[in-house]
């Protein structure tokens, strides 16, 4: 079954800015009632992780009451970023929240005006919990198809959506427009986060200007795979909680070596489109 339209189809004006310029904020794609599923997942994680903390001894609190944007921030406050880092610097657990809104009617509408209705999504999704002070959370120039240098030229589409507002003092998306029409540049891995990003040189960056990308919390900023892109460091004392999901034609590689995708969205075989429980037993497509 094809899933209704969410009527998040963008207009003509709007697939010709991104076609131009590479990248497309679309403000309020998403309202809470959208976004509560992830957030309950994330929420989730985080009492996780408060657990372990707790049992390590590395905590007396475990925090419960604070609200979502304060209590991971709060619960490493006085921890190292190694100690934050074993948990990853981004996530990508198979809780079902995740699935819900990766299949958000809303996002596949906005993509399927892009790329056409045989859509799939990538296996490399990100929850990104950028705490204050962790030198990881600020993630440095690049090209998302760096990370996938050897799949084909049909398009893989970003869709980086905050929970909640993202600014320039908590480490807001910035971009480079029009670099969607560079090929991929030579990158290297860096060593300063403990993380291995892979980076850009500053000479490699070209005059284009930068855009700082501030958004409230349930926009959508799309974005190509070859489109210049980088964050900085979350100056706030509150986490920038934010998801980039990835989009891309069927025909597009499915990249096993970074996971298992799903089939989002197909006008052809819409019987065979993932279901939850095909996603949980990282099954790609919906078989009977
Ligand atoms: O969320 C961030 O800070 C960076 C996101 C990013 O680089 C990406 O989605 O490719």
């Not at 990248?23 to 989730?44: G, K, V, W």
């Not at 880092?85 to 005006?113: C, H, Q």
């Not at 790329?115 to 120039?141: D, H, M, S």
Request: hydrophobic share 35%; net charge negative.
């Amino acid at each position: 079954m094809i899933k209704q339209s969410g009527s998040g189809s963008l207009t003509t004006e709007q697939k010709q800015f991104y076609e131009e310029q590479g990248y497309l904020i679309i403000p309020h794609l998403l309202s809470q009632e959208d976004l509560s599923s992830a957030r309950d997942a994330m929420t989730q994680k985080v009492s996780m992780i408060a657990d372990e903390l707790f049992e390590d001894g590395l905590i007396t609190d475990k925090l419960e009451d604070r609200p979502f944007p304060n209590r991971l921030a709060e619960l490493f406050q006085h921890l190292t970023a190694e100690n934050f880092l074993k948990y990853g610097r981004s996530w990508r657990d198979r809780i079902p929240g995740y699935f819900t809104l990766m299949s958000n009617p809303k996002i596949l509408d906005a993509v399927e005006s892009l790329i056409g209705g045989e859509l799939f999504a990538n296996p490399v999704y990100n929850v990104r919990p950028k705490v204050p002070r962790v030198a990881a959370g600020a993630v440095p120039w690049h090209q998302d198809k760096s990370y996938w240098p050897d799949a084909n030229a049909n398009p893989v589409i970003t869709v980086w959506i905050p929970l909640v507002d993202a600014n320039e003092v908590n480490g807001c998306l910035h971009i480079k427009p029009q670099t969607h029409r560079k090929r991929v540049l030579k990158w290297h891995r860096e060593t300063y986060t403990g993380t291995g990003y892979t980076a850009l040189k500053d000479s490699q960056l070209g005059k284009t200007e930068t855009v700082a990308l501030p958004v409230p919390a349930g926009s959508a900023i799309l974005f190509n795979d070859r489109c210049l892109h980088m964050s900085t460091p979350n100056l706030s004392h509150e986490v920038r909680w934010s998801v980039d999901l990835r989009y891309q034609p069927t025909d597009q590689d499915p990249m096993p070596q970074h996971g298992v995708g799903f089939l989002a969205r197909s006008h052809k075989y819409p019987t065979r489109v993932a279901t939850l429980s095909d996603w949980l037993a990282e099954k790609s497509e919906h078989s009977d």
